[in-house]
């Protein structure tokens, strides 16, 4: 029992935590992200109005710790995102069923030209799986075309196109 007590206490942190999380833009080194510790847990795909493959979401999993990471190509740029990892239960949800992008824990504002967005955190537990909504605006610099964008999953509900995906480490 205390065992049951102690994972939800723990995934409870988890999902309600407010500490900052750490954004790292294409420029910044990845080291961290490689070795003998890094592996990745699941990719899918990024989807801009619904039906434009732009990139890829890849989860990762480093020294214990999860790493989001966007990547767009074809001449798109993240200008937003907004992520969500933890308990389904916990993400922000409006009336209608909708998620609230905006209330998402983990979101960020990209300059211009901006191709890859990596989110660090929070500390992941073995054997546990966590719920990812992964969401941006994106622009296509070549035809001005801006869009939303979603990783690729099943509905989450409500009456919008948004998905999310399961990653279990």
């Avoid at 990024?46 to 039906?51: C, D, I, S």
């Avoid at 609230?100 to 960020?108: E, I, R």
């Avoid at 964008?149 to 480490?169: H, L, Q, R, S, Y």
């Amino acid at each position: 029992m205390k065992h049951i007590l102690l994972l939800f206490g723990l995934v409870s942190l988890m999902s309600c935590s407010t500490d900052p999380i750490t954004t790292q833009e294409a420029t910044t080194d990845s080291s961290r992200r490689s070795g003998d510790n890094y592996g990745v847990v699941h990719v899918t795909d990024l989807f801009a109005g619904q039906t434009i493959l732009i990139g890829s979401v890849e989860v990762a999993n480093y020294d214990d710790t999860v790493y989001v990471t966007y990547r767009t190509n074809n001449g798109w740029q993240i200008d937003k995102t907004h992520l969500f990892v933890g308990d389904f239960s916990q993400m922000p949800i409006n009336g209608g069923g909708n998620p609230k992008v905006g209330k998402f824990p983990y979101k960020g504002n990209h300059p211009n030209g901006t191709v890859e967005v990596t989110f660090e955190g929070p500390s992941v537990f073995s054997g546990m799986c966590y719920y990812n909504a992964a969401h941006a605006q994106v622009k296509n610099i070549n035809s001005g075309q801006t869009e939303s964008a979603w990783a690729d999953g099943t509905p989450i509900g409500g009456n919008n196109w948004a998905t999310g995906f399961e990653a279990c480490f």
